[in-house]
């Protein structure tokens, strides 16, 4: 008989239990069983575990070490606000569905709650043990008002005084003053007054409970002192300590810091909105109202105070309740790095490469029209990305430009490329996701700026997320009308292209335009799916196209023939693919995934999964392209995609998966994208069998990220790259082919 979920839960808990509830597994099987699966959630929350691993590492920079810190207090705001708030959702509505792994939704948030208190505690020792000390030893460490000398005291009463109180409005709340409704994320200070009599004598009387929220609009770090000696406070602590000025009679018994996350998810019924744009409006204006899914309160806030608080809230379970020792959302801390020029405690400013061909060219176009080009962010340039639309939008032989944008920069470049072109009478279109999540609001702007610039904007279909990166330019040549594509793994976003490892194609191959241009008619007009030549796409057969090349592999392993799978995503959850994966590696495939963050495949079970490796590469930039190869040697299929291998990308967006069909550019892929990060041995970690991770050591050490760095900076110079990381072998398996195709 099958563990409970409960069962399954303790052994997943404790890594040092035998088998991890897989006793008994056998070859007999069925690849649906839940202990074939991790949990989705508890995959997540390990994969904050490995960021909050690069801020304990000393051999980074203390900026550096401050940022993944931030990092974790990031991701998990958004874990609380979509996934923790659709659980509770789920709960609510009696839904008694397990996950893939069995668990049941009350017991997926009850080890949810388990994990994230563990996470956030370890997160707040560090924080207290290690990088405050070391801020204060480099001089900018964070003082209390109380901690201040009493010059810097009188300096902090002013400045409180002067540009703090009259931005503050004091809440209170009693019968006639409900608990205010407080905006996601925001931080508030909760006060707990008492009335004092007339000649100082107390009233006997309860408590009152009054609310002050933080202002947004005022830096949260406050400079103190000479710029020779600074001292820095957090405006929350100062309003803290002077929050008596606001409530005059009142003696103030207790005054603590809080925060809220509230469900931030949209709630859209598009069949029946006949305006999707002002639907997506309408919702943004009520999203701010979500259910609160978290409290997050000081640790010195007493247990009287937190239970008001949580009260007001509907938030009387404990584990919706965390306590900080320290302060909240500390990826603000990072405005410290801001004031602090010293090269010594950030990284090496990043300094892309452009590769020769497109360096010393006047036109992207041009170089594209004679060969597909591949370029590798960030470790190359971005520019030629932009460069390829800015030049379209101002070539008088360009005929129509179309581009997807699903989350773009401030002040993008794209925008005002796409904008440009349509002033110069060109046929412009752009597919403008409006219900990117967290970026819908910005969306909606740059849509109705490209719509007053004459842009056609579409908002995709109904139903679907349009998620594919795309660029399309058609252009008038000598001899007949030719079409030029660029494909991407990430967004059309500057500023995340020096963040994000992603992979740029651009490509003239007549296939991949014609299915390019056919996939525009399918999202802008009333066009049937097409048979796609070259390209799979999302939610039309992408998926099975997956499941096919797995299978494929599987077949030629049953056949005694060579069968390998190489596979970089940022996440790998639908069920579908896993026991596609497992069916392949029992057939005898050699397997290795790279994936960032969720996984749910339980690599390492005998006679299932034993063929499966797992890596997982956390480092200075978020790792994010999806690259596949199915093959070995010569035969070695490589796509990239904008899909990752989860439910949501196969059927609620539109994806693309694109080939690499020059030679050259393949084994560019196979060599150096994923040979490297499966050659890493110094930020990567390998997922065992029972969900946990294990640091990845090796000799002669090797990073791949800076590997990368390197090998885009010497080929810029004209220079080769070093054998040695061109031929990276599969981990812990001397018989597995190398992951280099011959060419």
């Given at each position: 008989m099958l563990p409970s979920s409960q069962e399954r839960h303790r052994e997943a808990s404790n890594p040092s239990s035998s088998g991890v509830g897989l006793k008994g597994l056998d070859t007999a099987l069925q690849f649906h069983d839940p202990r074939?699966?991790?949990n989705r959630e508890l995959s997540w929350l390990a994969f904050n575990e490995r960021v909050l691993a690069e801020a304990r590492d000393v051999k980074l920079p203390l900026y550096e070490r401050l940022k993944f810190l931030g990092i974790v207090s990031t991701n998990l705001d958004e874990f609380?606000?979509?996934?923790?708030?659709?659980?509770?959702?789920?709960?609510?509505?009696?839904?008694?569905?397990?996950?893939?792994?069995?668990?049941?939704?009350?017991?997926?948030?009850?080890?949810?709650?388990?994990?994230?208190?563990?996470?956030?505690?370890?997160?707040?020792?560090?924080?207290?043990?290690?990088?405050?000390?070391?801020?204060?030893?480099?001089?900018?460490?964070?003082?209390?008002?109380?901690?201040?000398?009493?010059?810097l005291r009188e300096q902090a009463r002013g400045y409180f005084r002067a540009s703090v109180f009259p931005a503050l409005t004091p809440l209170g709340v009693d019968p006639g003053h409900p608990f205010p409704h407080l905006k996601n994320k925001s931080l508030n200070i909760a006060v707990l007054l008492r009335k004092e009599g007339r000649r100082g004598r107390r009233v006997a009387r309860a408590e009152l409970l009054a609310v002050v929220q933080v202002p947004a609009v005022l830096a949260r770090i406050v400079p103190l002192g000479p710029p020779e000696a600074r001292a820095y406070i957090l405006l929350e602590?100062?309003?803290?300590?002077?929050?008596?000025?606001?409530?005059?009679?009142?003696?103030?018994?207790?005054?603590?810091?809080?925060?809220?996350?509230?469900?931030?998810?949209?709630?859209?019924?598009?069949d029946e909105s006949e305006d999707l744009l002002s639907t997506v409006k309408e919702e943004l204006r009520r999203r701010d109202r979500g259910a609160a899914v978290r409290l997050q309160i000081d640790a010195t806030c007493s247990p009287e105070l937190e239970r008001l608080i949580a009260s007001a809230l509907n938030l009387t379970a404990p584990h919706d309740v965390y306590r900080m020792d320290g302060?909240?959302?500390?990826?603000?801390?990072?405005?410290?790095?801001?004031?602090?020029?010293?090269?010594?405690?950030?990284?090496?400013?990043?300094?892309?490469?452009?590769?020769?061909?497109?360096?010393?060219?006047?036109?992207?176009?041009?170089?594209?029209?004679?060969?597909?080009?591949?370029?590798?962010?960030?470790?190359?340039?971005?520019?030629?990305?932009?460069?390829?639309?800015?030049?379209?939008?101002?070539?008088?032989?360009?005929?129509?430009?179309?581009?997807?944008?699903?989350?773009?920069?401030?002040?993008?470049?794209?925008?005002?490329?796409?904008?440009?072109?349509?002033?110069?009478?060109?046929?412009?279109?752009?597919?403008?996701?409006?219900?990117?999540?967290?970026?819908?609001?910005?969306?909606?702007?740059w849509a109705r700026k490209l719509e007053d610039d004459g842009v056609h904007v579409v908002y995709g279909l109904i139903g679907l997320k349009t998620h594919c990166k795309i660029s399309l330019v058609v252009r008038r040549e000598i001899d007949r009308i030719r079409r030029y594509v660029h494909l991407g793994t990430g967004n059309y976003n500057s500023t995340t292209a020096r963040q994000y490892t992603?992979?740029?194609?651009?490509?003239?191959?007549?296939?991949?335009?014609?299915?390019?241009?056919?996939?525009?008619?399918?999202?802008?007009?009333?066009?049937?799916?097409?048979?796609?030549?070259?390209?799979?796409?999302?939610?039309?057969?992408?998926?099975?196209?997956?499941?096919?090349l797995i299978e494929r592999e599987g077949a030629r392993a049953r056949r005694g023939e060579p069968a390998r799978i190489v596979a970089k995503m940022n996440a790998l959850v639908d069920p579908t693919v896993i026991r596609s994966l497992y069916a392949a590696s029992a057939a005898g495939v050699d397997i290795d995934l790279i994936v960032r963050g969720i996984c749910c495949l339980r690599p390492g079970v005998p006679g299932i999964s034993e063929r499966i490796r797992v890596t997982s590469v956390v480092d200075r930039f978020l790792e994010h392209s999806r690259i596949y190869a199915f093959g070995v040697g010569p035969t070695t299929e490589v796509y990239i995609s904008s899909a990752d291998w989860m439910p949501r990308n196969f059927i609620r967006r539109i994806e693309v998966l694109a080939p690499v069909e020059d030679p050259g550019l393949r084994s560019r892929l196979l060599d150096e994208v994923l040979g490297l990060a499966l050659a890493d041995n110094v930020k990567a970690r390998r997922l065992q069998t029972d969900g946990s991770y294990v640091e990845v050591t090796g000799e002669p050490p090797l990073r791949s990220q800076v590997a990368l760095l390197e090998m885009a900076k010497r080929a810029a110079e004209g220079k080769r790259p070093e054998p040695l990381l061109r031929h990276a072998p599969a981990p812990d398996s001397a018989s597995t082919p190398p992951v280099r195709a011959a060419t």
């Open positions: 074939l699966f991790i609380f606000m979509v996934r923790v708030a659709g659980l509770k959702q789920q709960l609510l509505g009696g839904v008694s569905e397990p996950a893939a792994d069995g668990m049941l939704p009350a017991e997926q948030l009850a080890a949810i709650s388990d994990k994230a208190h563990a996470l956030i505690a370890a997160q707040y020792r560090l924080w207290n043990e290690e990088l405050r000390p070391l801020l204060t030893a480099s001089g900018v460490g964070l003082s209390q008002v109380s901690a201040l000398a009493p010059d602590d100062l309003i803290a300590a002077h929050v008596g000025e606001l409530f005059a009679g009142y003696a103030v018994k207790e005054a603590c810091p809080f925060r809220v996350t509230r469900n931030w998810d949209l709630e859209l019924d598009e302060p909240m959302q500390l990826a603000d801390l990072g405005a410290l790095s801001d004031r602090d020029p010293r090269p010594e405690l950030r990284v090496e400013p990043l300094v892309p490469a452009i590769p020769p061909s497109l360096r010393d060219t006047e036109s992207v176009r041009s170089v594209v029209a004679q060969r597909d080009v591949l370029l590798s962010h960030p470790y190359e340039s971005f520019d030629p990305v932009v460069r390829f639309l800015q030049e379209a939008a101002d070539d008088p032989d360009v005929l129509a430009i179309k581009q997807t944008l699903y989350r773009t920069s401030g002040d993008s470049p794209f925008v005002r490329a796409l904008s440009r072109a349509a002033e110069n009478g060109k046929q412009v279109t752009a597919l403008v996701e409006i219900k990117a999540r967290f970026d819908e609001a910005n969306n909606i702007a992603d992979v740029s194609l651009f490509t003239a191959r007549d296939e991949i335009t014609e299915d390019a241009s056919a996939l525009f008619n399918m999202l802008t007009g009333f066009a049937d799916p097409p048979l796609w030549k070259r390209l799979a796409v999302a939610p039309l057969g992408l998926r099975e196209r997956v499941v096919q």
